[in-house]
């Protein structure tokens, strides 16, 4: 196999790969810079909840649609995922449990309705389609829905950037100088909610936030500033898809999994030769002089 | 005294001011007022509701009963310390970053800080003795560096009334004497201070003015005075009545006199 072969040739050949390679490149986009924020905010795994919370209302629009269809899916999302998150805000704010807590309990409920609707009108395919994602089946009006998300998200981080920095590392600040703390905080669940929805017609409801967390974490070991940790995120992301594609066109194995299993892959290897690592305490250097 | 203490209406009072959690009051019938340009310590035990008080002044809780009013100010003029363990200390901003959020209202949310700003947040912290730390992360800076940093941000707020949360817990003592110079100062330009403190001995040397708090108000006024032996062991004894069955305060069953007016 030569090197054009095993690296361009699948993608120059399948026009199912063109576009799941650029669906892959524009939700790296997006779901970085999120991950980067989700975890930040200490919020990976409210991340991974309202991944699974989006499914009932994807299911909905599932049934509505009469099949897959990632216009009507994602507005049902939408829907699913902005409702789980203010209802577990406001449960949050006016009970005594934490928002992980309630996000949990709204997140398993959503879950176990998106999988009733789905198994009520749909075949065993179809429900794994929703749960694991069909990236090599996304046409280009998928592709024009993930590629609109990544830029809307981009835009808004850019455009409100600094509260979002100020609400996450001191928000008594930021309520102290009037700064509505709450309404950023919201405007960034939508933001995660929609790039759920983009990153799940790939990855399926289970993985979506799989492009969020796994790069983040791995760029919180490589880079010191916010920027730099939002590009390492990116560039993750995008070689996960690319590696993850190509190696699961090669390997006849599914991709979503594949894609996840890269960042993973890239993961483990930060762990071991990343700045803080463990081999590098293994070898003595001479600290510094100031 | 500055010019901002002439200025008339810059006082804050409080009027039998009850701020509850569960209905559980954490302050407890306070009346008094903060003179403009005043300097005050809030002192008492654990659990005296020293804190609470500071958040219901900048309007983070709401009165359970009787009114704070701050005349012509609002909240917006305040500024505000909080305790340290509220703020996140390994989030990825560089010192500059971190002090330039001081002019968030000039800025606004999206406004970019301006070289002036820049300038002016160079010169914050050249004042808490930080000069070149700009680009250093807060991750790696000490308690007392990062204690600085915070003051360095209150400087760029510009407040007309500042209120700190145990400024000086946990700091060592170069930095506690720096940041009471700088709080010194702040009351020379006629600005109102009013901190929450634990040390007494602090409280004696560098506060002319006292509320000493157990819930309730055990007196407000002068130092020396408020924080008397009797003031003392009763604030201690009244911070630890705390009874889950206790029956709703009826009008008027409360003994008053030790909370004054001194405005």
Known sequence: MTLYSALVE?????????????????????????GVLLMLRRMSLVGDAMAHAVLPGAAIGFLIAGGLSLPMMGLGGLVAGLSVA?????????????????????????????????????????????????????????????????????????????????????????????????????????????????????LGTLMAVGMMTLPAVVAR???????????????????????????????????????????????????LAGPPSPLRRLVRRPHLSA | MGDRAAMSGGAISLRDVTVAYDRHPAVHHLSGSFAPGSLTAIAGPNGAGKSTLLKALMGELPVSEGAIDRGRLSVRDFGYLPQAAEIERRFPITVADAVTLGAWRRTG??????????????????????EG????????????????????????QDAEVILLDEPFTAIDARTTRDLLEIIRRWRSDGRTVIAVLHDFEQVRAHFPETLLLAREPIEWGATASALSPANLLRARAMAESWDEAAPPCRPGAHDHAHAHDHA
């Open chain 1, 221 to 271: 070991l490589w880079a010191q500033t916010l920027p730099g940790m939002f590009a390492v995120a990116t560039g993750v992301g995008a070689v996960s898809g690319l590696v993850g594609l190509i190696a699961s066109f090669h390997l006849g194995v599914a991709s979503g999994p594949t894609i996840i299993l890269t960042a993973s892959v890239i993961y483990a290897a930060s762990l």
């Open chain 1, 10 to 34: 699948p993608f120059a050949d399948y026009g199912f790969m063109r576009r799941a390679l650029v669906a892959t490149l524009a939700l790296s986009l997006g779901s970085g810079p999120i």
């Open chain 2, 133 to 156: 730390f700009e680009r250093r992360h807060i991750g790696s800076l000490s308690a007392g560096q990062f204690q600085r940093v915070l003051f360095a941000r209150l400087l760029m």
């Open chain 1, 86 to 202: 203010l209802l577990s805000g406001l449960v949050s704010r006016t009970t005594a449990l934490n928002e992980d807590a309630s996000f949990a309990s709204f997140y398993l409920s959503s879950l176990a309705l998106g999988v009733l609707i789905v198994s009520l009108r749909g075949s065993n395919v179809d429900l794994l389609h929703v749960l694991f994602g069909t990236i090599l089946a996304i046409d280009a009006e998928s592709l024009c829905l993930v590629g609109g998300i990544a830029s809307l998200t981009l835009l808004a981080i850019a455009a409100v950037y600094r509260p979002l920095v100020a609400e996450c590392f001191d928000p008594g600040f930021l309520r102290a100088v009037g700064g509505r703390g709450p309404l950023y905080h919201l405007l960034f669940m939508f933001l995660v909610v929609i790039n759920l929805v983009a990153g799940f017609q790939a």
């Open chain 2, 109 to 130: 949310a999206f406004g970019g800080a301006t070289r002036a700003i820049a300038g002016e947040a160079r010169r914050a912290l050249s004042a808490v003795g930080l």
